[in-house]
């Protein structure tokens, strides 16, 4: 799916620098009413899991990922009184079927499906245009009703299957959003006009869940042309005087002064523990940066003995959590041992084969059958070649050693809410941590030059008190910059200063911007809060809906009216970075969403949401990246909860 994604990414940026070169010809005056036909090409996009087709056919192994192309035909009326504001409304048939990738049944026999979803749409947009080109955007709700649900399953030792899926949705309503440009076919001297218009749009998975059971979800990218006829006045061809203006480059600067007050937070974290142990490509020990201890220091060891306060930065966690997971076969340890009737199972998986991962579960065993005393018989071991949820996919090709040293690794399981809890799967029991926390950019004064990376060689400040005694920072490249207030005060406790930023475009001219600054030194203030963590398998965003329960039952009755909720998220560095940040934008806004309508539903309308996803971004990575269990902890939304703020 990431890579299906970046290829959206691709060709709608290709396709609106194509519609943007094309725009240079003055537009003809348009018609107010124009109608006319469509066809285009749907490239469907499926994620998510089917398995039940129907209610008569259950298929052994769950379908995830699709792709499709299919076509759409319409009808469609325009409305463009002006050159700027339209609307336009089609009426279409739209085919959204998929081939989705091929699985292998228990029996290991190749199984397929193919589906042929089709509706007929309904789609009203709003058309924004421009008075100089006859390049315009568009994006309206889409409005479907099924008109086919058929579907085919084949599976090696089977029959065919050909019928319809089950509890398809009668009536889908979602959205879209494109970009498309109008070729002027006809004579300009002539009063009827004809037009050609290719065009792209982009109909995101938002709503478009095809079934009501299951997750099966639908992004579509639509290319196609339209043919449209309306009536115009005819243009006047008398040549007119042309002249090159170079614009200037649009370059903002703001300040953000330092706050006045250091707020530094007493924290109460819940940290989920992941129930993996992973072991280094060409060893089968377990690494030796778990804790391991002899079996005199196993008999003091309780859990309880990691949760000490200490100080950390707000910008990340400290090497304490990692420190808590790097315990995690103590705190099994102790957790079978404070409770005898509990059970786990231990499944080892390497791509040297299902051997060398029983291996791996062997030495946990062992481990905790030596130092901890646990009974044999209450522990079972399996080994596989991919574990249960594998990061590398079929037909992945990129940072393969990253993803593959993530799948080598032993899952710990368990039915024992004592040792496990079941938030949207398997995740050892939370750890009660206590932490200070403090945020090291509330003392610093930050400045925002919007647009220097693409415009400016450089960019520097100039800083002068009421006395006019100057101080100069710079040169710097980047889009935002901070200076220590302490570091401007000087000896001083206060002052207002002007600041000017000077900087010179990569074509040589000077830009000049300038703000005022108010500096005072820092009062120090504790607050408490609750943090909260939310932890993803790779590339996943919407299995957050799996976390709904956990988000409505345990964290937001931690939220009291009139606080502010902090919400971040994150991921590892695998992948592209710009779609990276896309992905953490969305997990946090999904979190965001469940809070907001669970508060909502009891009563708490006075909260206050800070909510941004930073990506790999490693200024705000909670870990580093170099070990298979920072990065999977990266993959995360951490949520805090601030009262009374």
């Known amino acids: 799916m990431f890579l299906k994604i970046k290829i959206i990414q691709k060709v709608v940026i290709c396709s609106i620098m194509i519609t943007i070169a094309c725009a240079t010809a003055q537009a003809q005056t348009p018609s107010p009413w124009w109608f006319g036909v469509s066809g285009a090409a749907n490239l469907n996009f499926y994620d998510g899991t089917t398995q039940r087709l129907n209610n008569s056919l259950f298929v052994p192994t769950a379908f995830h990922k699709g792709f499709g192309v299919k076509p759409y035909g319409s009808l469609f009326l325009e409305y463009r009184p002006g050159p700027i504001w339209g609307g336009i409304l089609n009426v279409a048939y739209d085919g959204r079927g998929s081939k989705f990738n091929d699985v292998i049944a228990p029996c290991n026999c190749p199984a397929t499906l193919e589906t042929k979803l089709s509706y007929l749409s309904v789609e009203p947009s709003l058309r924004m245009g421009s008075a100089t080109s006859n390049f315009f955007f568009f994006a309206g709700p889409r409005f479907a009703f099924n008109r086919g649900k058929s579907f085919s399953y084949t599976q090696l030792k089977q029959p065919n299957t050909d019928s319809d899926l089950s509890a398809v949705k009668k009536t889908i309503i979602s959205g879209q959003i494109g970009v498309g440009y109008d070729f002027i076919v006809s004579s300009p001297a002539k009063e009827s006009k004809v037009a050609l218009s290719p065009f792209l749009s982009f109909h995101p998975y938002f709503g478009q869940d095809p079934r009501t059971i299951e997750s099966l979800s639908i992004s579509t990218l639509r290319m196609g042309v339209a043919l449209k006829f309306g009536k115009g006045k005819v243009a006047d061809l008398t040549p007119q005087p042309t002249a090159i203006l170079t614009p200037a480059p649009e370059i903002t600067f703001s300040v953000r002064a330092p706050l006045t007050r250091s707020v530094k937070r007493q924290v109460s974290e819940t940290l989920p523990l992941r129930n993996y ?300 970075e710009e779609y990276n940040t896309t992905l953490s934008q969305g997990r946090a806004a999904e979190a965001q969403k469940i809070l907001e309508s669970a508060l909502k539903a009891a009563g708490k309308n006075n909260v206050k949401f800070e909510t941004v996803g930073f990506g790999e971004n490693d200024s705000r990575s909670p870990f580093n990246n170099s070990l298979p269990e920072e990065r999977f902890y990266n993959r995360t939304v951490i949520i805090d909860i601030v009262p009374n703020r």
Do not use: C
Request: aromatic share 6%.
């Open 277 to 576: 142990v992973f072991f280094d490509e060409g060893s089968s020990s377990i690494p030796s940066r778990y804790v391991l201890l002899t079996k005199d220091q196993a008999i003091n060891f309780k859990e309880t003995q990691l949760q000490n306060t200490e100080a950390v930065s707000m910008n990340g966690r400290s090497a304490r959590q990692l420190n808590v997971y790097h315990n995690i076969l103590n705190i099994t340890g102790d957790r079978l041992r404070s409770n005898p009737g509990t059970t786990i199972s231990l499944s080892g998986a390497s791509m040297q084969g299902a051997e060398e991962g029983k291996m791996f579960a062997e030495g946990i065993k062992q481990y905790l059958v030596n130092v901890f005393s646990i009974n044999e018989s209450r522990i079972s071991t399996n080994g596989r070649i991919k574990p249960l949820h594998p990061s590398e996919q079929p037909g992945g090709t990129r940072e393969l050693d990253l993803l593959r040293s993530g799948d080598r690794r032993v899952d710990i399981e368990s039915t024992s809410p004592e040792l496990l809890m079941e938030v949207g799967g398997g995740m050892m029991r939370p750890v009660q941590l206590e932490a200070i926390q403090f945020d090291p950019q509330d003392g610093h004064a930050i400045f925002n030059v919007g647009g220097a990376t693409g415009e400016l060689k450089s960019w520097s400040v100039d800083v002068a008190d009421e006395t006019g005694k100057l101080q100069h920072y710079g040169p710097f490249t980047s889009n935002k910059e901070s200076i220590p207030a302490n570091t401007i005060l000087g000896g001083r406790p206060e002052g207002t200063y002007k600041v000017t930023m000077k900087g010179e475009t990569k074509s040589g001219l000077p830009i000049t911007k300038e703000s005022t600054l108010r500096v005072s030194r820092q009062e120090d203030i504790i607050e408490k809060a609750f943090r909260y963590s939310i932890l993803f398998d790779f590339d996943k965003a919407t299995t957050i809906q799996a976390y709904a329960n956990f988000l409505k039952d345990v964290v937001s009755p931690q939220i009291p009216d009139g606080s502010n909720v902090i919400i971040h998220g994150h991921t590892d560095i695998i992948g592209e």
